[in-house]
């Protein structure tokens, strides 16, 4: 795992949406992963942290269709994957969106994932007393063998 690679995107990652202005939830280590030739559902991960209970609604992007969000995990031995209505952000709680858990997914990809490119989320938050409200961040793509 390359793991200086990985702290240097996510140094990146931060750096792209730190300039945020009207809420608090910090969104770092975000990166979708390169699609391979063919596919058109993609995924991507972050790591999200909100100093006040809040929800993550939902994500939309140019790039694709829908999105979903979903939790991976092992039941019984077998993989299985099933999708929220929406990610609970308990205040001070890291929540991390990583491969083999929770997660993103891009269906209907408007072009590959490549990488190198920068993908554009529309992420919706709400917190526990407040109105909805919207992030946009910019993702890099990055291609991982697993
Ligand atoms: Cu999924």
Redesign the pocket.
Known sequence: MPFRKLLLLSGLAFSLIANAATDTIAITQAWARATAPGQD?G?AYMVLQSPVDATLLEVSSPAADSI?I???SMDHGIMK?R?LESLPLPAGKWVKLEPGGF???LFDLKTPLKAGMQLSLTMKFKEKSGKPYTRQIQVPVRAVQE
């Open positions: 559902v995924a979903e979903h939790k991976m994957m999708m997660h993103l997914m």
